[in-house]
């Protein structure tokens, strides 16, 4: 049905009143960042009424090459109008084809990582449900161990993994086989937690049943901006060889460069069994989820996992175009360590005009200010957005800014961008 007139200018001047009217309670970030947005460039949003905003949080981890990026969108456009496959179901099509081939070529190869690749469900979760279903059914077990503070998604399975009360309190429904166990650092720099696991396995007697498999954010992002060491991540590893546990690095959200390396275990020099991607994979903020799989671990019958949406035919050539354009040029991870080096210093920064107010943690592009007083990280997400940027917030206590810049761009809209957080904290630890 055509749009009358009157409709018609009402969708050009849409305010907030309609989400609050007919949106689920359920919305979340329209709450931390009130407008509504209109177009974006870059690390530049723009809203209605024409104010800008320089982007700190980059869709959550989903726009790691910006908005709208121009050598990706050229892929996608021209695929659009070429009438190609859109919807291809988990049929063979020239886009997945082409994804595939990009994704051996110039990621996996060159790392010398050997594995297999599942499309599920276009969500990260999706892929986190496959990984602990493939991972039960290839060991015949049932437990899978989970760290504290770790994020999964929120659909039951991966839900049961989620470490924080405020998601497992909604299930609604008993959240089970999953154990959690302490992650890097939980209990201070001096107790060694993968030590204290392999106690537990080791020990007939603890009660904790040998786990089909364990899952790891080597960096966790909505728990805090809480890194693992890389020989805590490699003692991980062999304590899971040793014991026939499948490793599963859940690399959603520090995965595709945001660690400054394309995964974020390459730092700690192994191979997980299985990884989770999302968010990022498709380069342009199209729904993708993927789930790469050690070989001889790829026991699903056909169909046994199946979905309509895991051919999404637009994602795959924007993913092959972000590999294309910037993962097969040796260079690119140098751009990011410059940009990360630059938000180091300007948190760092921060972190030394207030002492012992904050610390700052965090690997590449992913970076944590953690404020000591729990409430100040809410204070300076609130105060930037007023002053025209969007930066979120993470952490049991929501009490780390959880700083997630786009990986590439003009080192003068990132240092525009930390001239905008100074002043926030400033107001924020004013008040
Ligand atoms: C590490 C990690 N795993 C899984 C998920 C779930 O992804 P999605 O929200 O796309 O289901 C997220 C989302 O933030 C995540 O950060």
Not at 98 to 126: I, S, W
Not at 368 to 396: C, H, Q
């Amino acid at each position: 049905m055509a749009l009358s007139g009157k409709s018609r200018r009402k969708a050009e001047t849409v305010d907030l009143s309609v989400f609050s009217a007919l949106e689920s309670e359920v919305r979340s970030y329209v709450r931390a960042f009130p407008t509504v947005f209109d177009s974006a460039r870059g690390s530049i949003l723009t809203d209605v009424d024409g104010r800008e905003y320089i982007d700190f949080f980059c869709g959550a981890g989903s726009l790691n090459y910006g908005h709208n990026n121009p050598l990706i969108k050229t892929h996608v456009i021209d695929y659009l109008a070429s009438d190609k496959i859109q919807q291809g179901m988990d049929m063979a099509t020239s886009a997945k084809g082409r994804f595939l081939e990009l994704f051996r070529d110039v990621v996996l190869e060159p790392r010398g990582l050997d594995y297999k690749v599942q499309f599920t469900g276009p969500t990260g979760a999706n892929a986190v449900e496959a990984a602990f279903k493939l991972a039960r059914l290839a060991t015949g077990r049932r437990t899978v161990v989970a760290f504290t503070h770790g994020y999964h998604g929120l659909s039951l399975g991966a839900l049961a993994a989620t470490a924080n009360s405020w998601f497992r309190d909604a299930s609604g429904a008993p959240l089970n086989d999953v154990v959690f166990h302490p992650f890097d650092g939980y209990y201070g720099p001096d107790i060694d937690t993968v030590a204290m696991l392999r106690t537990l396995i080791e020990d007939p007697s603890s009660g904790l049943d040998l786990p089909a498999a364990v899952i790891v954010e080597p960096v966790q992002g909505e728990g805090g901006v809480n890194v693992a060491s890389a020989p805590w991540l490699r003692a991980l590893r062999e304590l899971c060889t040793e014991h026939g546990i499948v490793l599963i690095a859940d690399e959603i959200q520090i995965g595709v460069g945001r660690s400054g390396d394309f995964f974020g275990f390459e730092q700690a020099g192994i191979a997980p069994d299985m990884v989770t991607l999302s968010k990022s994979i498709s380069g342009y903020g199209f729904p993708m989820s993927l789930l790469l799989i050690r070989p001889d671990l790829d026991v699903w019958k056909p169909a046994m996992h199946t979905g309509t949406f895991r051919g999404n035919s637009v994602a795959f050539v924007g993913a092959a175009a972000a590999l294309e354009h910037f993962w097969a040029d040796p260079g690119f991870a140098a751009g990011i360590a410059h940009r990360s080096e630059i938000v180091v210093a300007r948190l760092q920064r921060i972190a030394e005009r207030h002492p012992g107010a904050f610390s700052v943690r965090g690997r590449g592009l992913l970076q944590g200010l953690a404020g000591v007083d729990r409430e100040v990280a809410r204070r300076i997400s609130r105060e930037s957005f007023s002053r025209g940027l969007i930066v979120e917030t993470a952490g049991a206590h929501d009490e780390v800014l959880k700083l997630m810049p786009a990986l590439v761009g003009d080192d003068e809209t990132l240092q525009r961008g930390f001239d905008i957080i100074d002043e926030a904290v400033e107001a924020a630890v004013a008040s």
